[in-house]
């Protein structure tokens, strides 16, 4: 008999074919109490063993990535709730904003990617737009120009789903919208 593929075990006694699977950790979370997934693929033949380990194999790397994405998306909310009442600009709330955006923008660009929607002017047309729009926030940032990131914020939050919004005084004067 030829060698199994990885994952593709054979029954000693009955001879029935079983998927066996180690779950990967980034998705352990989503399996409490398993580290791996086994169960029988209903057939003693090897060709028809294959055929459905090949395809068991697709739909759990699919259900995993889909997995992975929920969890990116629950990761971006709790960013976003943990800056939606803003007291004052400070170096650790900014960072906090930076952080939702960057992990909210790097799940998006991660499932447009996956589904082949880049082309490479695209790709360069955004790092254009993004560079420029780092110089200026960092400009606005240095000089005490809160107001222009009011926009920003603005536009983040009604994409990211917050319902209501409302103006928190920042110390420095200005304003800045939050959600809550």
């Not at 960072?95 to 799940?107: G, P, R, T, V, Y």
């Amino acid at each position: 008999m030829p060698m199994l593929p990885t994952g593709l075990q054979r029954h000693p006694q009955s001879g029935t074919y079983y998927l066996r699977r180690r779950i990967p950790t980034d998705v352990l979370v989503c399996y409490p109490g398993k580290k791996e997934i086994t169960f029988s693929l209903r057939t003693k033949d090897y060709r028809t063993a294959v055929e459905r380990h090949r395809a068991e194999e697709a739909r759990l790397t699919s259900e995993w990535e889909e997995k992975r994405q929920r969890q990116a998306e629950r990761y971006a909310r709790t960013q976003l709730a943990a800056i939606t009442h803003i007291d004052a600009l400070t170096p650790e709330v900014i960072d906090a904003i930076c952080l939702h955006a960057e992990s909210a923008s790097l799940a998006g660009d991660e499932a447009r990617r996956e589904n082949g929607h880049y082309t490479l002017d695209e790709i360069e047309e955004y790092q254009t737009g993004y560079t420029e729009a780092n110089r200026i926030l960092k400009g606005a940032v240095a000089i005490g120009d809160y107001e222009l990131l009011r926009g920003p914020l603005v536009q983040r939050m009604i994409r990211t789903g917050v319902a209501a919004f409302e103006l928190v005084n920042i110390h420095a004067g200005a304003s800045v919208c939050a959600g809550f």
